[in-house]
């Protein structure tokens, strides 16, 4: 059985951190590139960031760049996400996925999601 599950998220105040974990299972791990996409209430879902399946390359949205740090470590089937400076347009729930797409801003075209872990930035 696939299984993504995200943990870390949680309230937060603005200009705080976080770092959320995601654990694969049930797959391939090493062989897929890799995504956070976050959905903000009312709003549609939004591509954060990418990895690829080797670690070698990182891509993000404008709006986290230099603020938003991608890594995994596939010894550990694990996808993490390191948020600095956050703010209250961050507020979302935060989804690991995975894809064999050569598109990662095709959310359409991932194969595995998790069920998500919200952030909540707030004073």
């Known amino acids: 059985e696939v299984q993504l599950v995200e943990s870390g998220g949680g309230l937060v105040q603005p200009g705080g951190s976080l770092r959320l974990s995601c654990a694969a299972s049930?797959?391939?791990?090493?062989?897929?590139?890799m995504s956070w996409i976050r959905q903000a209430p009312g709003k549609g879902p939004e591509w954060v960031s990418g990895?690829?399946?080797?670690?070698?390359?990182?891509y993000y949205a404008d709006s986290v760049k230099g603020r938003f740090t991608i890594s995994r470590d596939n010894a550990k089937n694990t996808l993490y996400l390191r948020m600095y400076d956050l703010e209250p347009e961050d507020t979302a729930v935060y989804y690991c996925?995975?894809?064999?797409?050569?598109?990662?801003?095709?959310?359409?075209?991932?194969?595995?999601w998790g069920q998500g872990t919200q952030v909540t930035v707030s004073s």
């Open positions: 049930g797959f391939t791990f090493e062989t897929y590139d």
């Open positions: 990895i690829s399946s080797g670690g070698g390359a990182t």
């Open positions: 996925a995975a894809t064999r797409s050569s598109c990662l801003v095709c959310l359409n075209e991932y194969d595995y």
